[in-house]
C-alpha cells in the first residue's frame, strides 16, 4: 500500500513529515451559513443577503449550515441555481 512511501522507523520528526510536506484536500465551507431570523449563528437571509448590510450576497459553499459528507460540487450547483432564481426571479 505504501510502496516508495515513507518509513516508519524512527523519531515523531522522521515518521511524520509536517504540515510543510502534507496536503488538506478538503473543501472549505459553512462560514457564512444561511438560517432562520433569530438564529445567532445565520449570517445569511433565506435569499443570500448578509445580514446588517445592504447589496452583500454569498452564493458559495460557506453558506451550508454544517459541514457535508459528500463532494461538495453537486450542492454548491445547487446553491448557486436556487441563488439565481432567487435574484433574477423564475
Request: charged share 20%.
Amino acid at each position: 500500500m505504501f510502496q516508495g512511501g515513507f518509513s516508519l522507523a524512527g523519531g515523531f520528526e522522521e515518521v511524520w513529515p509536517g504540515p510543510e510536506n502534507e496536503n488538506w484536500s478538503h473543501h472549505a465551507s459553512c462560514s457564512c451559513p444561511i438560517g432562520e431570523d433569530g438564529d445567532p449563528m445565520a449570517v445569511l437571509d433565506s435569499k443570500f443577503r448578509v445580514r446588517g448590510t445592504e447589496g452583500l450576497r454569498v452564493i458559495d459553499a460557506s453558506v451550508f449550515p454544517r459541514i457535508l459528507g459528500l463532494d461538495i460540487v453537486v450542492p454548491v450547483y445547487i446553491v448557486s441555481e436556487k441563488a439565481a432564481e432567487d435574484i433574477l426571479g423564475p
